[in-house]
């Protein structure tokens, strides 16, 4: 046996199975196994690889152990003479296989112990993490503090990524990615398995290291590239990644590093946790929230300047409103009108004027009835909540102009940059088109069957979607044309006998999966936060009824957990119950209660409750979900 593949798998079934696919055609030439190691999936993995790769040897753990103890499982098992370790959403050429063997095989003395290639995300970009350098403290130091991100290319500050190494150069590396590690088999049976301390990042660090402690070379190869559609910086986001990719250098440090040397390696790494977590979350917040703030700022003010004309020239008084108005009530104004417009969608993409109207609408009336409750003292000026509401309206529509003029070059608040969609096939072109027609996001499509063709194709009809038909070219043109075409393009890929769209619209996005559940109402953004408040709403209404509850909800016992599973949202009131389509759906819930409670007159197949719940899916409301409830408000306890 050549190769023996090995692929730990998580919850990505459809970017599995595209691996799969290209890891199917790049073996047709070799002698090899390919191991899949499930790590307890939910999403129909184990399924979908016994229906669809009978060939593959299925390890099928019940609990996630982790990335090391997975490889580890089929390591034991493999019998061929070089061991590849490849991550589940990377896709390989045809011959990336047979180069990187041929590369390792031409080593007469064997003294290449690995090899790694060259890699890109989903839009054509370079990963970095393709070639690193060993993470000293001083290598850790600069990478901690973002001198390795300002001076990428520095011999000095660079040593990280080893960003003074061309990507196109052939390399003597430290360490290797274990998205794609080509290891020598002989070489793992004499430096051992994978640390199995390392839970997720850091293993590959460290086999990399004790590779080259025993005297082995490690080689970054990049005659052949493969796409690995989530990069390094995907996961920077994240404040878990953050705590355990740098709890990963300090199990590294304390192993291989001694004295001085490891308790200063220990101390930055406790320090980079706590600076990075705080960098990280204070970006999370700041990117999720930035458009808010500018509208409660913008809001604020314009108030602030309604207020201060309208006692310089209606009430002639300087100080007519007291500063609790200014500081206190108008705050509380700007809190309910920014409320309002979110829960109407009014930042929601595309941005869409009713929305705005709807929400801040929707708010000044929730304002006008709180006003007339409130005491006499409080009640300072109608006409500022009405004039904040006209400002507040223009405000928003001004920001968003501005988002789109510079982002589209274009002053319409409504319009998204047009969606033209290049599909390069021949036997599936039309499936793929069908599919981009079902998710209704295109609004121009054209076909050609010409792959050499496909940058000057694009050009022409000013493409900025192409979708690639994987069943009618190659996967190594495919990356090729990707690399060729430009970073200012979506790519797409389907493959035969799915209904997925797979890819990556930004270097600074995990891969994207776009599926027909997108033409799902259930789906939208704007309803799963409309049934989120739902849920949350409706239990939070349930704390005060709970002594009417013990004596109408039969099964009271089960209800409180039900309750807390919903408050937590691990559970909807009204959501799925069939086995397949919450396989289906990874963004679905299980139900307390569910669609086909509204046909208990009726014994239903498991298949009929499929396609009700299906149907409650394409057709969703809020209001399904209220009549649902109230008639069969007792079972919440089942």
């Not at 191991?35 to 993995?45: I, K, L, M, R, Y």
């Amino acid at each position: 046996m050549q190769l023996s593949i090995i692929i730990v798998n998580y919850n990505v079934k459809y970017f599995l199975e595209q691996c799969l696919l290209s890891v199917a055609r790049a073996t047709q030439k070799m002698k090899a196994e390919i191991f899949v190691v499930d790590n307890a999936s939910s999403d129909g993995s184990v399924e979908m690889l016994q229906q669809k790769f009978p060939f593959v040897k299925i390890v099928a753990n019940e609990t996630n152990v982790g990335f090391s103890k997975a490889n580890n499982q089929a390591i034991q098992q493999a019998t061929g003479e070089f061991i590849l370790l490849l991550n589940p959403d990377t896709v390989v050429a045809e011959d990336t296989f047979t180069k990187c063997y041929d590369f390792m095989d031409s080593f007469v003395n064997r003294r290449a112990g690995a090899l790694g290639v060259r890699m890109i995300d989903g839009k054509g970009n370079f990963l970095p993490e393709s070639k690193r350098g060993l993470p000293t403290p001083e290598v850790a130091f600069y990478k901690t503090f973002g001198l390795a991100k300002l001076f990428p290319t520095s011999e000095k500050f660079g040593k990280y990524h080893l960003g003074f190494i061309d990507e196109h150069q052939q390399y003597e590396v430290d360490v290797l990615s274990g998205a794609f590690m080509f290891i020598r088999k002989a070489v793992l049976d004499r430096v051992g398995l994978l640390d199995e301390n390392f839970f997720m990042y850091g293993e590959d660090i460290d086999l990399s290291y004790r590779i080259q402690k025993e005297g082995y070379k490690n080689f970054y190869f990049p005659d052949t590239t493969i796409i690995h559609y989530k990069g390094e910086s995907t996961k920077k986001g994240s404040l878990n990644y953050v705590k355990v990719f740098y709890n990963a250098m300090l199990i590294f440090a304390r192993k291989h590093f001694s004295g001085n040397q490891s308790g200063l390696f220990s101390l930055l790494i406790n320090f980079a946790i706590i600076f990075r977590g705080l960098l990280t979350f204070l970006a999370n917040v700041f990117a999720s929230s930035f458009l808010f703030i500018i509208d409660a700022l913008l809001s604020f003010s314009g108030i602030y300047f309604i207020k201060t004309y309208w006692e310089d020239t209606i009430k002639y008084h300087e100080h007519y409103y007291p500063n609790e108005f200014l500081f206190i009530v108008v705050p509380v104004y700007i809190f309910i009108w920014m409320l309002a417009a979110f829960l109407s969608g009014a930042y929601d993409k595309p941005f869409r004027v009713s929305n705005i109207l709807r929400g801040i609408l929707f708010g000044t009336v929730t304002i006008a009835v709180v006003y007339a409750f409130i005491p006499n003292e409080w009640r300072f000026s109608r006409a500022i909540i009405l004039l904040g509401a006209a400002w507040t309206i223009f405000e928003m529509l001004f920001t968003r102009t501005v988002y789109h003029l510079i982002k589209h070059q274009s002053l319409s608040v409504e319009n998204e940059e047009d969606k033209r969609s290049l599909v390069l096939g021949k036997a599936d072109a039309s499936r793929a088109e069908n599919i981009l027609r079902t998710l209704g996001n295109t609004q121009e499509i054209i076909s050609s069957g010409d792959l050499a063709t496909t940058k000057k194709t694009s050009a022409i009809h000013s493409n900025n979607e192409i979708v690639f038909c994987s069943n009618d070219f190659s996967f190594k043109e495919i990356i090729e044309q990707i690399s060729l075409c430009g970073k200012k393009i979506d790519y797409k890929i389907l493959n035969e006998g799915s209904n997925a769209l797979i890819g990556s619209n930004s270097k600074d996005s995990a891969g994207d999966l776009y599926v027909a559940e997108r033409s799902y109402a259930l789906f939208k953004p704007q309803n799963i936060r409309s049934k989120r408040v739902f849920d949350f709403s409706v239990a939070l209404l349930m704390l005060p009824l709970l002594p009417l509850n013990v004596v109408v909800i039969k099964n009271f016992g089960k209800f409180i957990p039900n309750w807390f599973e919903v408050l937590l949202g691990k559970k909807s009131w009204i959501g799925f119950s069939s086995e397949k389509n919450l396989k289906t759906f990874p963004n679905a819930k299980r139900g307390v209660l569910h669609p086909s409670d509204k046909l208990k007159e009726f014994e239903l197949s498991k298949d009929e409750i499929t396609e009700v719940e299906l149907n409650y899916a394409r057709h969703y409301s809020v209001s399904a979900d209220i009549s649902l409830l109230l008639k069969n408000y007792s079972l919440m306890g089942k």
